[in-house]
């Protein structure tokens, strides 16, 4: 069974850097599509940035555009996102997500990706 586990949460100070990484275990082939997406209590999931198999970027949020940046390493099936310059809007519970064979019309949605991991907080103070 395919399971999705991130890493590299924390707490940070405005303007402050921090990388989370998902590694995905329970697969035999590497995921079609996968994305970071962010939910903040009582608002809906919001995409943050994704990215095909073969390494092409497939959006960004135009609040994170420019600040953060997604990555993947097939070898060690680990997904990636850098975040730079960050803010108390950033404020989150980050999961990244992961579809497997099928392709993605819609990527910023969430409804696209099959698999989920449970996710980091990362706190930005201000």
Request: charged letters at 15%; hydrophobic letters at 35%; proline letters at 5%.
């Amino acid at each position: 069974q395919v399971q999705l586990v991130e890493s590299g949460g924390g707490s940070v100070q405005t303007g402050g850097s921090l990388r989370l990484s998902c590694t995905t275990s329970g697969n035999t082939y590497s995921a079609n599509y996968m994305a970071w997406f962010r939910q903040v209590p009582g608002k809906e999931r919001e995409g943050v940035a994704g990215i095909e198999n073969n390494g092409a970027i497939t959006f960004y949020s135009d609040s994170v555009q420019g600040r953060f940046t997604i990555s993947q390493d097939n070898a060690k099936n680990t997904l990636y996102l850098q975040m730079n310059s960050l803010k108390p809007e950033d404020t989150a519970l980050y999961s990244c997500a992961a579809a497997f064979g099928i392709a993605v019309l819609a990527p910023r949605r969430r409804l696209s990706y099959t698999y989920w991991g449970p996710g980091p907080q990362v706190p930005v103070s201000s």
